[in-house]
């Protein structure tokens, strides 16, 4: 199977600022990959990179072989780190958006998760608390049959009692086909799901491992490591 996500040198800079640095990374089929680093590190640099929002400056990223573009953005469900679906609409006019936008979205799905989050569909979404407006948006991105699901800090915002269910939503809605990236400072609560992790900071890859290979051959948690890696 070809790799659904490849960088090949790739090079960002905003200005004289370099925000990611010939850059080699490939990611395959069926896999949840956190991407790890701190503040200013390259996390959604590179993730707007992969969702064509932004153009790099040297080097190439790929999705299925082929550049962001009109193909690219059919197999792409994207989740930016700020809140950015209409506030002006109820949830069941953005249950029809979606519908009407997105061939590949589950409507049935989507309908069922947001009545387990018990989230009224009748309201309106500037009504909504914070944190419930980031879990219907995340139940609309994961509600699409994408191949690459990019979500930008999924669980910031919401409580620590609702986290579980919406990683556990994560694992059980993705096409096995596809690949998840998640980028995010909340290593421990997102661990449990994650396939492999990268490593990133100041615009370099620092490590790219499966999570069992940390544990085998460190004997460490990812969350352990990632503390020893980025100490201050």
Not at 1 to 6: F, H, N, P, V
């Amino acid at each position: 199977m070809s790799a659904i996500l490849e960088c090949n040198k790739l090079s960002k800079r905003y200005g004289t600022v370099e925000a990611l640095n010939s850059v080699d990374l490939t990611i395959q089929p069926g896999k949840i990959v956190g991407l790890l680093g701190p503040n200013g590190s390259g996390k959604t640099t590179l993730i707007k990179l992969a969702n064509g929002l932004l153009t790099p400056s040297e080097g190439e990223l790929l999705i299925q072989g082929e550049k962001p573009g009109r193909v690219s953005h059919s197999l792409v469900s994207y989740l930016p780190e700020r809140t950015s679906i209409p506030l002006w609409m109820t949830v069941d006019q953005l249950l029809d958006f979606y519908s009407d936008f997105y061939k590949d979205f589950q409507r049935t799905a989507a309908v069922q998760m947001l009545e387990n989050l018990s989230i009224n569909t009748k309201q309106k979404i500037k009504e909504l608390s914070k944190g419930t407006r980031e879990k219907v948006q995340l139940t609309m991105v994961m509600s699409r049959k994408a191949l690459l699901y990019l979500l930008d800090e999924p669980i910031g915002g919401v409580d620590p009692a609702a986290r579980d269910y919406i990683l556990n939503t994560i694992i059980s809605n993705y096409n096995p086909d596809a690949s998840v990236i998640i980028s995010t400072h909340l290593i421990a609560d997102v661990e449990q799901v994650l396939d492999e992790v990268i490593f990133i900071s100041k615009g370099l890859i620092l490590l790219q491992s499966t999570v069992d290979e940390i544990r085998e051959e460190k004997g460490v948690s990812v969350d352990a490591l990632f503390r020893e890696v980025f100490k201050c």
